[in-house]
């Protein structure tokens, strides 16, 4: 069986990247899965080492706590960021 050109070019063209990109804006489409992501829990990957220590999620949440009442009251409290995209 012989290649034919269209599958040659096409596997070229897959492993190629182009020097610049352009996103056509007007036909984008909202997220539709980003109002549910906000309402869900934050996700924190552990250290392995830290993972060891705290097994369970309370045991982290009880010593975060611990370590925010113990912080002045002068440090700012931004929102936390949330890991939506992967």
């Known amino acids: ?7 040659s070019t096409r596997e070229r063209a897959s492993d190629e990247l182009r020097p610049e990109y352009h996103f ?8 539709r899965f980003a109002a549910e992501a906000q ?3 934050l996700v924190v990957i552990l250290d392995e080492d830290i993972a060891r220590v705290f097994a369970t ?3 982290v949440k009880a010593v ?12 700012k409290r931004g929102k936390a960021r949330r890991a939506v995209d992967g």
């Open 64 to 75: 975060l706590r611990a370590l925010i009442s113990t912080m002045p009251s002068g440090v």
């Open 39 to 41: 309402k869900g829990p």
């Open 1 to 7: 069986m012989r290649k034919t050109a269209a599958s």
């Open 57 to 59: 999620p309370e045991a």
């Open 24 to 31: 056509d804006y007007a036909k984008a489409k909202r997220n």
